[in-house]
């Protein structure tokens, strides 16, 4: 493709160079604590070409645990049930590219590709946008007193809701997260839509819009229970509004608000959207065994998803908010999330529930260039799993890290997880008879080493 490109600028007498790319965040170390977009003032000099990739490798040393006896009793008759013992040993490896390119002064394309990842076994693309940073193409200077401090992104995009992301772990790009796991509330999606930013003098704010699909399609959507058996999928309207200023030399302010609405949920939600995964691989996961003469497939978690998530499952509409502070003073930094979730609990039902999460961490940079860090994360979610259940679930977690930038793009860190599950019931549908839940008096701890390099 980066062949064609050159062969047809040559052909066209149009200069083509590499990496001359305007308003972007970097994918290295210098991209950390960048939020939202930027503008900065790298000239155009004609169609330039970006190319870049993220890869992780990770050594897991991880042990799971739970309170389920080794033999039921009657009435359960369940035979052969344990959790799977897990060796220390790699996991899959995880790989990305991102390629791109300025295609005028101040409009620039990005696609983003997951080349290797647990989700699928080929090659795919995770998503693509065309961000648009002056409107020169339409007129010379056409508006240029908003388009100073505004941003268009249009595409199938990483959608911008909360800060959290930014400092989020995606499939093979992990350098902007100082730990292994996410949130364990892991907001994040990618939907077909629009957003439009205006940055200035502090001031944050983002308008967005989508489809309200992780996949796209034109089939009809019907419910065959519940007060709308025919529907549509309503757009997801998402906003953030906030303050970041660097006070003084040494000290950085930033509060945020996020808002994330839809009416009727398309085929995911904002918690059931990654589709890379991340982090702690295959823990609270049990072989297979018998119940009443019945065989159950391995790895069943019967009430969340695996890996160290936590899905609250909504079905039918969701709105969530999260407000983000972040403080950075000299080689010191705070970030917290505070998530309030509810939505619907299947498709035609609009009874409320809700799932409320809070995390904070604490991470110090030392060094020349502060190429080391050590850090400190407590997360803790709550919320019932359906509006059926007495009461609530909760997960928390402890995280540390320490962590060395060996350079700009190549990041070492050694990081330790506890993460512990309260009040899941003992069986699937709280009854005597359903399968045996894993993440009744669930834990899982241990070490994670993660090599990675982006750039």
């Known amino acids: 493709m980066i062949a064609a490109i050159c062969l047809s600028g040559n052909i066209m007498a149009q200069q083509v160079t590499f990496g001359k790319i ?27 070409i970006d190319l870049g990739g993220a890869f992780n490798m990770d050594y897991q040393a991880v042990d799971s645990f739970n309170d389920q006896p080794a033999t039921f009793a009657l009435p359960s008759k369940i035979a052969g049930y344990r959790l799977m013992n897990q060796e220390n040993n790699f996991n899959l490896p995880a790989a990305d590219m991102t390629l791109g390119a300025q295609l005028f002064d101040g409009v620039r394309v990005n696609l983003d590709i997951y080349l290797a990842s647990r989700h699928h076994n080929e090659t795919y693309a995770r998503g693509g946008y065309l961000q648009i940073d002056k409107l020169d193409f339409i007129k010379k200077d ?3 007193g908003i388009m100073k401090y505004a941003t268009i992104k249009i595409g199938q995009m990483e959608n911008n809701f909360g800060d959290a992301h930014f400092r989020s772990s995606d499939n093979g790009s992990t350098i902007r997260n100082a730990f292994v796991g996410n949130n364990i509330m892991n907001a994040f999606t990618t939907e077909m839509g629009m957003e439009v930013y205006y940055n200035r003098s502090g001031l944050v704010s983002m308008l967005g819009v989508t489809n309200g699909n992780l996949n796209q399609g034109i089939k009809e959507v ?61 823990v609270l996961n049990n072989n297979g065994y018998t119940n009443n003469g019945v065989a159950v497939a391995a790895n069943y978690n019967a009430t969340a998803t695996p890996e160290g998530t936590f899905n609250p499952g909504f079905k039918n509409w969701a709105t969530s908010l999260m407000f983000n ?11 917290g999330t505070i998530e309030l979730a509810s939505g619907g609990d299947k498709a035609g039902v609009d009874d409320k529930r809700t799932a409320n999460q809070f995390a904070g961490d604490v991470v110090y940079r030392f060094g020349k260039s502060e190429q080391f860090y050590i850090a400190a994360k407590y997360n803790t979610v709550s919320g019932k799993l359906s509006n059926a259940d007495a009461k609530e679930v909760t997960v928390n977690r402890v995280e540390s890290s320490i962590g060395w930038f060996m350079t700009k793009n190549i990041l070492a860190k050694l990081d330790y997880v506890s993460q512990n599950y309260k009040d899941y019931a003992q069986f699937a549908g709280n009854v005597p008879t359903g399968n045996a839940n894993n993440f009744y008096g669930g834990n899982f701890k241990g070490l994670v080493f993660e090599a990675t390099i982006s750039f």
């Not at 303050?243 to 839809?262: E, F, M, N, P």
């Not at 085929?267 to 589709?275: F, I, P, Q, V």
Request: net charge positive.
């Open 22 to 48: 305007q308003n972007q965040i970097k994918r290295d170390k210098t991209g950390i604590n960048q939020f939202d977009v930027k503008k900065d003032s790298v000239e155009f000099k004609g169609l330039s």
């Open 222 to 282: 019907v419910y065959t229970a519940g007060p709308n058996a025919n529907t549509v999928v309503s757009p997801t309207i998402l906003a953030k509004l906030g303050y970041d200023k660097q006070i003084a030399q040494d000290l950085r302010v930033r509060l945020t608000g996020s808002y994330y609405h839809s009416a009727n949920l398309g085929n995911s939600n904002l918690y059931s959207s990654s589709r890379s995964g991340f982090g702690f691989w295959g």
């Open 325 to 335: 502070p972040f403080v950075k003073y000299k080689s010191l930094e705070f970030f």
């Open 142 to 144: 056409f508006l240029a």
